[in-house]
C-alpha cells in the first residue's frame, strides 16, 4: 500500500504529487481543487505522508513518517478544519506563528488548511503574507472547491492540484476492496452519491445515512396540497435536526467537561488558601473559567450551525438528484439515472410534467440552498420550496 491509495481516480496528480514530494517542481504552497466529495483534505493528508516519509520512493505507507501524518499526530504537520463558519485574523495569526517554526524533524513544516475558503478577508490577507515570505522549510496546503474561492493575490502563489470527480467504477472498486463493500450495495451507493467519494462511503456503510437518504427522495411523490408541503418541510427539518443533534452533542458535552476539568471545578481551586490573596485568586480563576467557558459556548454553536447547513445542504443535493434524473427521462438523455431505487415516480413524474417545469424545481432548489448559506431561516425557506416544487 502507499499513501496515496485512498486518491480514487486521480493517477495523474498522484504522479505529480510523487515527483514534488521526490523534490522535482517542489514549492511551498498548494492549492487542492475538485469538487466537493472529490477528495482534497484526502489528497492534501496523502501528499503531507509523503513530504514526511523517509523512503526512497515518498509515501510508502509503513515508516514512522508515512504512519503518524496519516494519524494526524505528527509533530511537524498541522491539519486546520474550520468546524465553525468562518476563520478570522486572530486564528490565521497563531497559525503563521506556529507555521514559522521549525520543524522538529528534518522534513517539512506543513499546515494544511480544509476548507481554506472560510478564512475572512482579514485572515486571508494574514496568510497572504506568509505565504509571500514563506519561512525556508514551511509548506502550505490549502483546500478548496474551486482556485476562484481564494483571493487572486493568494491563488496566484500557489501550484494548483486539480482533482476531478471519480469515476463511479473506480469508487466501486474502493468500497469492495477498501470497506469490504459487497458490490450491490456499492454500487448503488457510487450511483447514488454521484462520484462524492466520502458520501459513497458514508451511504454504503451507514443505514441511518441510507434511510434519511430514502426518505428524501420520497418528498417529491408526496407533495399533493399545501398542508403536505408544510409537513414535509417540517419532517425534512426535523430529521436533520435530529442527524445534527447525533453529531455534536457528545462532542459538546466532552469538551465542555475537558474544560471544566482544566479550570479545576468541583473544588481544588478552593485548596489555594482561605487567606484574602487565596480568594483573589480563586476569583480571577473563575473570571478566567467563565470566559474561557463562553468562548467554548461560542464555537460550538458556530460549529452546530455550520453541521446544520452541511446537513440541509446533504438532503437538498439527494432531493435536486431525484429531479436531474427526472430531466434525463424526460430528455431521453441517453444517460444512466443516479436514483433507481425511485424509478417509477421518476417515470410518472417525467411522463406528467414538461422538462421546463423540472427545470424550475430545480432552480428552485438552488436558490433554497444560496438562502440557507446566506443564513435565512430554516423552516421558512423550506416551506416556500416544497410549494415551489408542488407547482412545478
Ligand atoms: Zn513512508
Given at each position: 500500500m502507499t499513501v496515496f491509495d485512498e486518491m480514487i481516480g486521480q493517477q495523474r496528480v498522484v504522479e505529480s504529487l510523487r515527483e514534488a514530494a521526490r523534490g522535482v517542481g517542489m514549492t511551498h504552497a498548494w492549492l487542492f481543487t475538485g469538487p466537493p466529495g472529490s477528495g482534497r483534505s484526502v489528497a492534501a493528508k496523502a501528499f503531507a505522508a509523503a513530504l514526511q516519509c523517509a523512503a526512497a520512493e515518498p509515501g510508502c505507507g509503513v515508516c514512522a513518517g508515512c504512519h503518524t501524518v496519516l494519524a494526524g499526530t505528527h509533530a511537524d504537520v498541522e491539519f486546520v478544519r474550520p468546524q465553525g463558519l468562518s476563520v478570522g485574523v486572530k486564528e490565521a495569526r497563531e497559525l503563521v506563528g506556529r507555521a514559522a517554526l521549525s520543524p522538529s524533524g528534518r522534513g517539512w513544516q506543513v499546515m494544511v488548511i480544509e476548507d481554506a475558503d472560510r478564512l475572512t478577508e482579514g485572515a486571508a490577507n494574514v496568510l497572504l503574507k506568509a505565504i509571500e515570505e514563506p519561512a525556508a522549510r514551511t509548506v502550505w496546503l490549502l483546500c478548496v472547491p474551486s482556485a476562484e474561492d481564494l483571493v487572486v493575490t493568494i491563488r496566484s502563489r500557489c501550484r494548483v492540484v486539480s482533482l476531478r470527480t471519480p469515476a463511479a467504477d473506480d469508487v466501486v472498486a474502493m468500497l469492495q476492496t477498501r470497506d469490504g463493500v459487497d458490490e450491490t450495495t456499492a454500487e448503488f451507493a457510487a450511483r447514488a452519491s454521484a462520484g462524492h467519494v466520502g458520501r459513497a462511503r458514508r451511504l454504503a456503510t451507514d443505514k441511518a445515512a441510507r434511510d434519511r437518504r430514502a426518505a428524501v427522495l420520497r418528498i417529491p411523490s408526496k407533495l399533493s396540497d399545501v398542508g403536505a408541503c408544510l409537513d414535509a418541510a417540517d419532517a425534512l427539518l426535523k430529521s436533520v435536526n435530529a442527524e445534527v443533534a447525533e453529531l455534536t452533542t457528545e462532542l459538546d458535552e466532552a469538551e465542555t467537561a475537558s474544560l471544566k476539568e482544566a479550570f479545576g471545578?468541583?473544588?481544588?481551586?478552593?485548596?489555594?488558601?482561605?487567606?484574602q490573596s487565596g480568594a483573589a485568586i480563586t476569583r480571577g480563576a473563575s473570571r478566567a473559567a467563565s470566559s474561557a467557558l463562553k468562548e467554548l459556548e461560542g464555537r460550538q454553536k458556530s460549529r452546530a450551525t455550520r453541521t446544520t447547513r452541511d446537513a440541509l445542504d446533504r438532503a437538498l443535493t439527494d432531493l435536486a438528484g431525484f429531479y436531474r434524473d427526472v430531466l434525463v427521462l424526460q430528455l431521453n438523455a441517453g444517460v444512466d439515472i443516479a436514483n433507481t431505487d425511485r424509478a417509477t415516480e421518476m417515470q410518472a413524474l417525467a411522463e406528467n410534467s414538461s422538462p421546463e417545469s423540472t427545470l424550475r424545481r430545480l432552480d428552485a432548489i438552488l436558490e433554497c440552498r444560496v438562502l440557507l448559506d446566506a443564513n435565512a431561516n430554516p423552516l421558512l425557506t423550506l416551506e416556500s420550496l416544497m410549494l415551489r416544487l408542488r407547482d412545478g
Open positions: 471545578e468541583g473544588g481544588s481551586a478552593t485548596g489555594l488558601g482561605r487567606g
